[in-house]
């Protein structure tokens, strides 16, 4: 009932910027936690970015400086604005978000299906 679709993927020179976008649909009552991940080939996927639904963020120490997360819960959209990139940011960036479908239902996880975010040198 509930996806999570991303969106501001592309290629871009080393030291431009690109915004990212991720909106939440379906059957929402409210969401927690979002947060933006990433995953290189070959690679583990890691966290990039977490914001809280009190808006409290956390950064990967090698985004912090460059990468800005916030979010529109009215627009039930989190967005990752990325500066002044680099080659090693070259990645498929993934959003997730904790929801709440109704009042009295559990946590439900869910991530986006990715966008792909290239550097070139």
């Known amino acids: 009932q509930v996806q999570l679709v991303e969106s501001g993927g592309g290629l871009v020179q080393a030291g431009g910027s690109l915004r990212l976008s991720c909106t939440a649909s379906g059957s929402i009552f409210s969401i927690a936690a979002m947060g933006w991940y990433r995953q290189a080939p070959g690679k583990q996927r890691e966290m990039v970015a977490t914001i809280t639904r009190g808006g409290s963020t956390n950064y990967a120490d090698s985004v912090k400086g460059r990468f800005t997360i916030s979010r529109d819960n009215a627009k039930n959209t989190v967005y990752l604005q990325m500066n002044s990139l680099k080659p090693e940011d070259t990645a498929v960036y993934y959003c997730?978000?904790?929801?709440?479908?109704?009042?009295?239902?559990?946590?439900?996880?869910?991530w986006g299906q990715g966008t792909l975010v290239t550097v070139s040198s």
């Open positions: 997730n978000a904790g929801i709440h479908s109704d009042p009295r239902s559990g946590l439900l996880i869910r």
